[in-house]
Nanobody, 123 residues
């Protein structure tokens, strides 16, 4: 099993950058695909980015392509989300998620979740 803990959220002005980290417990981190999701008040939790087991393939929501980068470091059992060019509409609680083997864009496919970290982008 994997336990996930996010960090790195905060308050930033529009156009700024943040790097979110998700630290995972367990020895089998390399067997998990990882994703980032976000949820704003009154809205559904939505897909942001995902990375496959090996880290060779990444996937992004259209709204963040070219601005966000997901990466994975198996040696550190950590997945990152580098967020550049932040916009007020990026404001949300960001969640790290994991699932065995295959990458997915669907929140329902992920069995392991972190507690979330708040990202607030001021205009």
């Amino acid at each position: 099993q994997v336990q996930l803990v996010e960090s790195g959220g905060g308050l930033v002005q529009a156009g700024g950058s943040l790097r979110l980290s998700c630290a995972a417990s367990g020895r089998t981190f390399s067997n998990y695909a990882m994703g980032w999701f976000r949820q704003a008040p009154g809205k559904e939790r939505e897909f942001v980015a995902a990375i496959n087991r090996s880290g060779s393939s990444t996937f992004y929501a259209d709204s963040v392509k070219g601005r966000f980068t997901i990466s994975k470091d198996d040696a550190k059992n950590t997945v990152y989300l580098q967020m550049n060019g932040l916009k007020p509409e990026d404001t949300a609680v960001y969640y790290c998620a994991g699932r065995k083997l295959f990458v997915s864009r669907s929140r329902n496919d992920y069995a392991y979740w972190g507690q979330g970290t708040q990202v607030t982008v001021s205009s």
